[in-house]
């Protein structure tokens, strides 16, 4: 009987003995996993590559695959993702499906946050804008408008009142006071020639060159267009590169991010900057640093 319970003390002992190895050597391990989670990055919680993915539409396209390019070098993945409405990529940021825009203006951006209850931010520095146009295929000159000329604008609030600003200064309109945050077509004072307008979305109203006396368009739509000179235009609003910047739109807070940083710095390189003026030739122009 002592035989027997000295052979099951011996066998306990030499469990603990083994726990308390096992124990240790577990304690070993640990500051290297933790080594491990901290080499990952640009990865995300399940070690998949991380993919930053920015919004954009077809005209602004080539300037999201400029930062994809240029962040690949620094060990970054950037991912274009193609909306055909130009209000689509602010709202699919809004609802966290993308991590950044590169499309729309500042005075569009902050009537979008109003109106959707939420909270956008242009990172600075602002890079680039386009040149805000009156064109007309039929006629040469404002003063050979017929009455009631047609007029096609972009319908969105902040780019309606940019083309009514652009129609008072060149003599057709004038305005009076506002009746909300932006001019709008109610509140045109005089009218002698009785223009008629064409409301568009932005990104569409260059379309009915063939159809309309005029339209009033950001420069690179006409451009992408392809019916008209680009350069030969009836007027060009002064104000595009001061109140109307476009840069990289992202959540507010996170425009500090490296990412965000590194991403604008990729559209400056001096290899970033000659695939822009390439691609665009002047339809969007970068703003000077």
């Not at 409405?85 to 940021?93: I, S």
């Not at 242009?122 to 408008?145: G, N, Q, T």
């Amino acid at each position: 009987m002592n035989m027997k319970r000295k052979l099951i003390c011996m066998g306990l002992t030499l469990v603990m003995v083994f726990a308390l190895f096992a124990g240790c050597g577990s304690k070993e391990e640990a500051p290297s996993e933790k080594a491990e989670g901290k080499e990952e990055t640009r990865e995300d919680a399940d070690g998949a590559e991380e993919v930053i993915k920015i919004g954009c539409m077809s005209s602004s396209e080539p300037i999201v695959q400029i930062i994809a390019d240029g962040m690949k070098e620094k060990g970054y993945t950037v991912e274009a993702v193609l909306f055909d409405q130009n209000n689509m990529p602010c709202m699919a940021l809004k609802d966290g499906e993308i991590d950044g825009v590169i499309l729309n203006h500042k005075p569009w951006l902050e009537t979008f946050c109003k109106e959707n209850n939420c909270e956008l931010t242009m990172a600075e520095p602002y890079i680039y804008y386009s040149p805000f146009r009156l064109y007309s295929e039929k006629y040469d000159d404002v003063k050979d408008f017929p009455d009631k000329a047609t007029v096609a604008a972009p319908s969105d609030a902040a780019n309606m009142e940019r083309s009514l600003l652009v129609l008072k200064e060149v003599g057709l309109i004038t305005l009076g006071d506002k009746t909300e945050t932006f001019y709008s077509i109610v509140d045109i004072e005089e009218n002698p020639k009785d223009i008629q307008f064409i409301e568009a979305e932005i990104t569409t109203a260059a379309r009915s060159i063939h159809d309309a006396d005029a339209v009033i368009s950001p420069a690179v739509y006409i451009f992408q267009d392809g019916s008209v000179d680009v350069e030969d235009y009836l007027y060009d609003d002064p104000a595009s590169e001061e109140k109307y910047p476009l840069g990289l739109i992202v959540e507010s807070g996170s425009e500090g991010e490296e990412w965000v940083k590194e991403a604008i710095s990729c559209v400056f390189s001096e290899e970033g900057k000659k695939a822009f003026d390439a691609e665009y030739q002047g339809t969007y122009i970068l703003i000077e640093e």
